[in-house]
């Protein structure tokens, strides 16, 4: 194996959803090829090593005496938010969610890469994503979240190999997902419908890791940082936020529903990857801090905090940016922390949300015929 070919495992090592990082720290920082010079930085409020986490995130605790019994999310923001405050249905209905927003981010990585280097390539790349990446890791997977018996999770990861094999046949996107929805599953401990929705999470990330993966190892860094920019903020982040409000209904115009919004998207569930904190001081004012991010965890271990700080600034805005401007073009979002951090012990990033006014010179006037909601 030559060196680049050892680095570039190291690299998909070191990105499996879930790995202990400490287990993989580069005594030197990994040689990765990758312009660091070359992409927007978006502007800090507050200069390095002001944040420290707070928390912990509460989402995924179990609290099933709290009475909440929510039907979706369309009440008040709730900063100490648990899964488990939402009923049987709704945590199915959660579940059903994240099916779909897999389904999205799937769909829109075989569109970006057919679209960049044809249908065949795609069906190529989707293959080895697949069988290298995504495959080796469902058994335990299923396992753990869906808590199925060994014999049975090989039975279902022999399900996705075989469906993988299917669409390498006639070209068409994969997306089978053994973490779907069943309407039966509304009869399930609430601890277990929790779990259901904590590795419907872990499958989506491992999913757009394995696409991720494999344009890094033909194309590079740089190309699939591109890619990140294009798809969320062009083609997923639409789709996904529609999903959000009609599964949850987190209502629309506002900094609450965007803080909602973020609590329960898919692809930021606590657990392995994400560890986040929500705070609202004021009505039209909130905090989101992530004091865990796989991206961050991963580029430290193999020694390289300026990766790190170009994989924040190409794809993080994208997403929180682009959300914001969707819910109201006058939502204000304040980056007070992004990598590279300054250690372990600070916060990955902070941003604050907020409303412009009339006085602020960047204040999109807004048609007197806006009937969009605000609650």
């Known amino acids: 194996m030559s060196d680049a070919d050892e680095s570039i495992q190291k690299v998909l090592d070191v990105r499996k959803v879930g790995v202990e990082y400490e287990d993989h720290q580069q005594a030197s920082p990994l040689d990765i090829p990758v312009d660091l010079h070359n992409f927007k930085k978006f502007p800090v409020v507050d200069p390095p090593g002001t944040h420290k986490p707070t928390g912990p995130d509460t989402r995924g605790q179990i609290r099933v005496d709290s009475g909440a019994e929510l039907p979706d999310y369309s009440g008040p923001f709730r900063a100490d938010l648990r899964f488990s405050d939402f009923s049987n249905p709704a945590l199915v209905n959660m579940i059903a969610m994240s099916d779909e927003y897999y389904r999205v981010c799937v769909q829109a990585w075989a569109e970006e890469v057919a679209k960049r280097y044809g249908p065949e390539l795609m069906t190529e790349i989707q293959t080895e994503a697949w069988q290298t990446i995504v495959l080796p890791q469902l058994s335990d997977m299923l396992q753990e979240w869906m808590e199925v018996p060994g014999d049975r999770a090989e039975a279902l990861t022999a399900e996705v190999a ?12 994969v997306t089978i997902n053994p973490f779907r929805a069943d309407p039966a599953y509304v009869d399930l401990p609430k601890e277990k419908l929790v779990k259901l929705a904590l590795g419907s999470h872990e499958y989506l990330l491992t999913a757009i890791e394995g696409w991720a993966g494999d344009v890094v190892i033909r194309y590079g860094l740089d190309a699939m940082f591109e890619f990140q920019w294009d798809l969320w903020s062009e083609k997923v982040l639409p789709a996904v936020r529609d999903l959000k409000a009609r599964w949850m209904k987190v209502g629309d115009g506002t900094v609450e529903a965007f803080m909602k919004d973020i609590q329960i998207d898919a692809s930021s569930f606590p657990g392995k990857a994400f560890d986040m904190t929500f705070e609202m001081p004021e009505p039209d004012v909130g905090i989101m801090t992530f004091n865990k991010c796989i991206q961050v965890d991963q580029w430290e271990a193999m020694g390289r905090p300026d ?32 990598p590279p951090r300054v250690s372990k012990e600070h916060v990955c990033c902070r941003w604050r949300l907020s409303m412009r006014d009339e006085s602020d010179p960047d204040y999109v006037q807004r048609p007197s015929s806006d009937n969009s909601k605000v609650g």
């Open 162 to 173: 075989a469906e993988v094999e299917a669409r390498k046949a006639d070209g068409r996107v």
């Open 307 to 338: 990766i790190a700080e170009k994989s924040a600034h190409v794809t993080c805005p994208a997403s929180i940016i682009e959300t914001a401007r969707m819910y109201n073009p006058n939502m204000k979002v304040e980056i007070l922390a992004i």
